[in-house]
């Protein structure tokens, strides 16, 4: 019952805010100059929101649970990578005055070819992360009332269309910021219900019952397989967060690229206070639900207020983490819902068929749906993989693309659009076909299933090798116009100068 | 209330010297001459020295822990209180060294686009 009413609310918390911004936001004449105007606290908070999803908010702490230490390179893999982002791309993005990546690409490159790609790879990366977000709905809908795992998966695919159709990205910036702080409050007060449970019990010692690898951060078989894939991991996920399509697109909401840094920097501060949290649930996890560990472990921070403290209280705190599971779930798929939308209605449903044409609303709202659609029939078949491995893998497919595009694109000159198509296709299939093929076959412990399974260590290397190599050979046909955008993108807005 | 009067920009005296060096500095980078160039080159390099140590630093610290476990097993069984070291070192402290990074970096990167902007001249405040 406290999971039906902590759906609801939420549920209609998110479109209540997404209504009142939009009314703000019809004030004034341009959509997207009004959300240039977003001061950088609101904006982290919103970056933080939209970034923080299932997998962080469930799947984290089931993962450690399960496998222990070395699972704790999500967490630290995914706030690094906002690190990394912030020293290579963050003001230079913002200065290129880009939407989307694929608007960047074009701008940078001045090619058609090139803008089309990346266009097929915003889609096929946003859904392969929204897949998980969908599947997650299922679980925690299941967990808590025991409804069908499509009925989730429905729901926040029904909530996310309500609420990205009108469009819009200031009312979506404080739909996000309100589920930021949903979020933290949602796992931070249960954690010191629970402590507390804890230590009136005895503070049993989590790691008595657990395995010796629980406490060593290397991934799972140990040795050189096992230093491999935790070093992959690290590089897809410190690499990958750069590329993702829904960050990219918040990055232009900032007044300036020193307002970008400053946004970025006050996310990483966001991101480290939320991900203390979900170690704290995993290890409790260990004393008091040994047995979610085989099989049912992304249901551990659901579950965990209820084994622990029980009656009124228990209710209330299942009803907050329930709460936050969901508002996770809703604001990483409308910010991907968004970020698909944009580029599908750009280059599928606002193109003429036959001698009809969408027009701009029309054309965003139909690509929403499609967007949402595809990744929701994806999800019922596929509900057995982990929540947070699928987001890896989605890591793993934009470090091996995006992440090098980015890097080279900003502080490259010499990179043509030849370079960059061949780079990303060799990234793009090389990294694509170790996902699908890791999301079909069931994986061992040989080197085979690491090399496949977290591509990211040869993968990457491989797609910035490429881009190198091909635009020396090409080196002719670097765009006329590469030096003027190196001085848009790195001088500062406060010197005049032609951009 | 009485009529709004004309808005007056106030500027300090004007530095002569500074003053010339500045506006040449623009114009020799929009007109891409060999000049504008070297100034060009000089942010950039300034700035991507300045992420490349950000990210060493990063890379020697957070990124050395999978081997260090690697090469001494024995780190595994080691304990501050009643944590593991690894659950201490990547669920905790990892972080604020993190954020640490990020505001050095933005500190550092914002001086040198103060100075470039000293160099090349014609600051819009």
Known sequence: MPGVVAVVLVSLATLAIGTWGLRISRTTSDFLVASRTVAPRLNASAIGGEYLSAASFLGVAGLLLTFGAEMLWYPVGWTAGYLVLLVLVAAPLRRSGAYTLPDFAEARLGSRGVRKLCSVLVVGIGWLYLLPQFQGAGVTLRATIDAPPWAGSLVVALVVLASVSPGGMRSITFVQAFQYWLKLTALLVPVFVLLAVWMADGSADPTAAAPASWSVPLASPGGGVGLYTTYSLIVATFLGTMGLPHVVVRFYTNPDGRAARRTTLAVLGLLGIFYVLPPVYGALGRIYAPDLAAGRSDVLVLELPSLMVGGVAGSFLTGLVTAGAFAAFLSTSSGLTIAVAGVLSQDVTGRRFGTRRLGGVAAFRVAAVIAVVVPLLLSLPAQDVAVARTVGLAFAVTASTFAPLLMLGIWWRGLTPAGAVAGLLVGGLGSGFAVAWTLAASPDEGWESALLGQPAAWSVPASILTMVVVSRLTRASVPAHAGRFMVRLHTPEAVELQR | ?125
Do not use: C, K
């Open chain 2, 1 to 125: 209330m009485s009529e709004p009067s004309a808005r007056v920009r106030v500027t300090g005296p004007p530095r002569r010297r500074a003053q010339d060096v500045r506006a040449a500095g623009t114009r020799e980078i929009d007109a891409e001459t060999a000049l504008g160039e070297v100034f060009m080159r000089s942010l950039l390099r300034e700035q991507l020295s300045l992420a490349l140590r950000v990210l060493a630093a990063l890379a020697l610290t957070v990124g050395l822990l999978p081997l260090l476990f690697h090469v001494f097993p024995g780190l595994g069984d080691v304990r501050v209180g009643p944590v593991p070291v690894a659950w201490l070192l990547l669920g905790v402290l990892t972080y604020p060294w993190l954020v640490l990074l990020g505001w050095i970096y933005v500190r550092r990167a914002e001086h040198n686009e103060r100075d470039f902007a000293d160099l090349v001249g014609s600051v819009d405040e």
